[in-house]
């Protein structure tokens, strides 16, 4: 080797590597410089901007009812007296409109021209372009009182304002080492990816406030390797640059806390006029130490909507400042008897707002707290706005009434009155068409419809039927012609007898399962679900997605149980759709970054989990409920007898429902008082009222089909007397739905009638030829 020849490279070679040291240290400066123009400049990001699903247009709509017209002009569409000459016109022509489409309303992504020929206000034919069509979206419309940039309840506090309490309780749960760190806690990541590592998921992050800072301001919601060790150096420069106290300040003037209707709640001065109606230097113990603990997940520890869990995370916090010496024991007991409450907000928007809050939470479950708080987001909900607005109408129509013409229902507390939820469904989706959590958001900010755990006594029955329908060898087949009888029935339950007693103890005896369905008979129905096996009736009941704390006893026919009312209504969509299971109704289709990326995972697909025959049979049963049961009322009330659906009562008068639907919606509707307290009302009386009003103005403004026949169904007649097939001597004769291969015998209950009769003829003739 040639020492010459390496020692006339070395300094070239030195002066290479200094010349890429030199250009990445530079490199790195500047990437540094333009992270921190940004970070400054960032401060709070719009609040996401939500879209409701858009405008379905189809023929036989009623354009009246959907209010095209007040649609369009929501979209900014204008009107013209000539044909529209570029995208985003429309003319309304005697029996036709003209819609030029934006890019946004096509399915393919392209502008185009709809037209609608109408008919005493529905539509009779629909093209695209020329071509005829079966259905158009409009595009999806900025929900009504959400600005394109929706307000955010913000009220910046200097740090020396603060309250030690306040600070105290936030460093305690997010990041207690804040002081004593760069930016990056490497104890605490080590010590949080130890634990996610023994868990086999993540259990825990080892995010500092400054990368908690960081992430609001200038990182998209992604777990990935290189976003985090992006996020490590972007918080360790950020913490070169700036002052403890600043950062501290800024991330408690930021940090999201949750949501009134479509208001975003930021920092800390503004969370606590929003919850406690009170300035932050105001703040007790408890009501700091809720707040703080509201920062890992605001919506699911809402005070306003989640009082239980607010109150055990209040105390998780007070358990964390007490283990590091911040109170004493006597101001930890102190605080935990605080009362967990709010202030009710006045003037809060009044645009789907349970629907929204239901949205963030949502969003908090599908992507995490951080991506519910994030600007910039575009989320695309399946909120039909002509169908809330009907949802909203109906249950304020229908409390109305009941307080005015049921005098002992009125109280003057607020927070004390009779409540209603409303739950609408697509029924081949799942999908959240409409949603009411109660009767006035700005009095209680609690969502029945999602949250409300209460007893859907006979609302339950279906899944009896279902299950008894559909036995296999280990119990006897039933059919919608069995009979069972109703009567007293005193059954063992654990070490005590069970009694069930029918409505004002009115027994009918022998009767058929149809009758017994459409009439709610609790003895027969009890009956019946001991012959299917009370396991039996629990698997089928959670095979269709119903959730809770479901055992098999035998009260549990009779739906002595919790559940919330969506989670009613999810279970009664495979009947509704023809046997098929959703993995949960979803409020969200899409959330856009605003690059046009997409940041939450899909919903999984649809399970089958009964046959389509099973489904049509239990749906004709249900049928018969709207047409001669309990439900009968609706078809008074203007309901065709296409709709299936079954009333709900509980025993002890608190809760009354009413669950319906046709080929395409579900609705649900519960009524009760929040504390409990017993209403005497049936589900017939109380809440199918609501629900009709609501399902008439549905059917009216989209018109549904009947129910189609699956393969596997037949009808046959049979004598209503005994549930056999029908010979010509029957006396009452009815046409029944069978699963294919359950037909029952033929009758031979009358044949000795007959017999009788045509010895008497044969006698007759014979004695007339002599």
Same mark, same amino acid.
């Given at each position: ?23 990445? =240290? ?31 247009? =189809? ?96 009220? =910046? ?284 958001? $700005? ?220 080929? $395409? ?106």
């Amino acid at each position: 080797m040639d020492w010459r020849i390496i020692a006339t490279l070395r300094p070239r070679v030195l002066l290479g590597l200094g010349l890429g040291l030199g250009s990445l =240290a530079l490199a790195t400066i500047i990437a540094g410089a333009v992270e921190l123009r940004r970070f400054e400049r960032a401060g709070l990001e719009r609040a996401p901007i939500l879209y409701a699903a858009g405008q379905f247009l =189809a023929p036989g709509v009623d354009l009246e009812r959907i209010g095209l017209a007040a649609t369009l002009a929501r979209l900014g569409y204008t009107a013209t007296r000539n044909a529209p000459a570029g995208p985003g016109q429309f003319r309304r022509s005697g029996e036709t409109w003209d819609i030029a489409l934006r890019d946004a309303a096509a399915a393919d992504g392209a502008a185009g021209r709809v037209r609608l020929d109408v008919l005493d206000g529905r539509v009779t034919r629909l093209a695209f372009d020329g071509r005829d069509v079966e259905a158009v979206t409009l595009e999806p419309e900025v929900l009504p009182g959400v600005p394109e940039r929706p307000s955010e309840a913000r009220r =910046a506090v200097s740090l020396p304002d603060m309250p030690r309490v306040l600070v105290s309780a936030v460093l305690a749960v997010e990041d207690h080492r804040f002081f004593d760190h760069g930016g990056v806690d490497v104890r605490a990541v080590v010590r949080a990816a130890w634990r996610n590592l023994r868990a086999g998921r993540i259990v825990q992050g080892g995010s500092t406030i400054t990368q908690q800072l960081v992430r609001m301001r200038l990182l998209r919601p992604r777990r990935a390797l290189l976003r985090k060790l992006h996020e490590m150096w972007l918080a360790s420069l950020v913490e070169w640059r700036y002052s403890k106290d600043y950062l501290l300040e800024a991330y408690l003037n930021e940090v999201y806390l949750g949501q009134h209707g479509p208001t975003a709640i930021r920092g800390v001065g503004a969370a606590a006029r929003a919850y406690f109606g009170k300035d932050v230097r105001q703040l007790s113990l408890g009501e700091a130490a809720l707040l703080a603990g509201m920062i890992r997940s605001p919506n699911n520890y809402s005070p306003a909507v989640e009082p239980a869990r607010a109150r055990a995370r209040r105390g998780v916090v007070l358990d964390r400042m007490r283990a590091l010496e911040m109170i004493s024991d006597a101001d930890r007991a102190r605080a935990r008897r605080e009362r967990v409450g709010v202030q009710v907000l006045a003037a809060l928007p009044r645009s789907a707002p349970y629907f929204i809050g239901h949205v963030r939470r949502e969003l908090e479950q599908r992507g995490g707290a951080e991506l519910a708080g994030r600007g910039g987001l575009h989320v695309f909900t399946t909120l039909d706005l002509p169908l809330q607005r009907f949802a909203e109408q109906a249950v304020a129509r229908g409390l109305d009434r009941l307080e005015r013409t049921v005098p002992r229902l009125r109280r003057r507390d607020t927070a004390r009155r009779l409540q209603a939820a409303l739950v609408a469904l697509d029924t081949e989706t799942g999908e959240i068409r409409a949603l009411v959590g109660g009767r006035d958001y $700005r009095t209680s900010q609690f969502d029945r419809a999602t949250l409300a755990q209460r007893q859907p006594g006979s609302a339950f029955k279906p899944f009896v039927y279902l299950t008894a329908l559909r036995a296999r060898s280990e119990a006897p087949r039933v059919t919608a012609a069995s009979q069972v009888e109703d009567a007293p029935v005193t059954l063992r339950a654990g070490d005590r007898w069970w009694s069930p007693r029918n409505d004002e103890a009115r027994y009918e005896g022998r009767v058929s399962v149809r009758r017994a369905l459409e009439q709610s008979l609790n003895a027969a129905t009890v009956r019946i679900a001991m012959t299917a096996g009370l396991r039996r009736v629990v698997e089928t009941a959670r095979a269709l997605g119903l959730h809770g704390h479901l055992m098999p006893v035998p009260a549990a026919a009779l739906g002595a149980f919790e559940v919330t009312p969506l989670g009613l209504a999810q279970a009664y969509l495979p009947l509704a759709n023809g046997g098929r299971r959703v993995a949960e109704p979803a409020a969200i289709r899409a959330v856009d970054d605003g690059a046009g990326a997409g940041v939450l995972t899909p919903t999984a697909p649809p399970v089958r989990v009964i046959s389509p025959a099973e489904a049509y049979v239990m749906t004709s049963l249900l049928k018969g409920v709207i047409a001669s049961g309990t439900g009968l009322a609706a078809r008074e009330l203007g309901i065709p007898d296409t709709v299936a659906g079954k009333t709900g009562t509980t025993n002890d008068g608190r809760d009354a429902w009413f669950v319906g639907f046709t080929p $395409r919606l579900l609705a649900l509707v519960w009524v009760g008082f929040d504390n409990g307290e017993p209403h005497r009302l049936s589900g017939a009386r109380a809440a199918l009222p609501i629900w009709a009003d609501f399902m008439r103005h549905a059917l009216e403004a989209y018109p549904q089909p009947d129910f189609a026949v699956p393969p596997g169904v037949v009808f046959v007649d049979i004598d209503a007397t005994n549930g056999k097939l029908a010979g010509h001597a029957c006396p009452v004769v009815v046409r029944e739905a069978f699963l294919a291969g359950t037909e029952p015998e033929p009758c031979d209950e009358h044949r000795e009638d007959v017999d009788h009769i045509v010895g008497w003829w044969m006698r007759l003739t014979g004695w007339v030829r002599r």
